[in-house]
């Protein structure tokens, strides 16, 4: 028969968890960082797979293989590993080349306007918990302010909302602008350069 524990059991060790409360969460806060933090630097150290290395290496891709016919529906998942966090670096120094530059000034924009967004709409939603609670207690003159104060703050929240569909556009047209001039000048040279490349048809 499983054990029964009943509350006065318990209660010393709610009692000494309501005492040591802060110190628990500190501990609990910091052994997260931690963790994280070590998987990010294992998942940066890792190094990627070479396929055809070895008989183990060849059997999983001849299996890899004889299997791809019958998985060929499913979608290829993506590996986060140091291979994918260098790919993502030199695109990160293509789309963003300095902070001063234009991509980064539109960066800083598009995340405080998120910020900005998040403080609104917690703000609503206590607006809204307000609404409701004068209407329960049958308060009129709290439940009209309260419906003032909510159509006042829509103001600002469709100013801020227009604005980030704006500079997500305009961060994204940057962004592919880069990455186009980039494969031009890999493809074709730089401008003067006698290193270009043509295709004839």
């Known amino acids: 028969m499983a054990p029964v524990f009943s509350k006065p059991d318990l209660k010393p060790y709610a009692d000494a968890y309501i005492r040591h409360r802060p110190n628990i969460q500190r501990v609990l806060n910091l052994g997260f960082a931690v963790w994280t933090i070590g998987g990010t630097y294992w998942a940066l150290q890792a190094k990627p797979k070479n396929a055809g290395q070895g008989r183990g290496s060849s059997r999983r891709s001849k299996k890899g293989e004889a299997n791809a016919a019958g998985d060929s529906s499913k979608p290829k998942r993506v590996q986060i590993d140091a291979l994918f966090y260098q790919r993502l670096k030199a695109l990160l120094r293509i789309v963003i080349p300095g902070i001063r530059s234009r991509e980064a000034m539109l960066l800083v924009m598009h995340s405080s306007l998120l910020v900005f967004r998040t403080a609104i709409s917690i703000y609503v939603a206590k ?64 401008v003067g350069s006698q290193d270009k490349i043509y295709y004839k048809l």
Do not use: H
């Not at 709290?142 to 103001?155: G, S």
């Not at 929240?157 to 961060?171: G, I």
């Open 127 to 190: 607006l809204d918990g307000r609404v409701v609670g004068s209407l329960v207690r049958a308060q009129p003159v709290p439940f009209l302010l309260n419906i003032l104060r909510w159509l006042l703050v829509a103001i600002p929240a469709t100013w801020c909302n227009s604005w980030l569909s704006y500079v997500q556009s305009k961060l994204a047209l940057a962004y592919r602008t880069r990455l186009t001039e980039k494969a031009m000048e890999l493809y074709l040279g730089g």
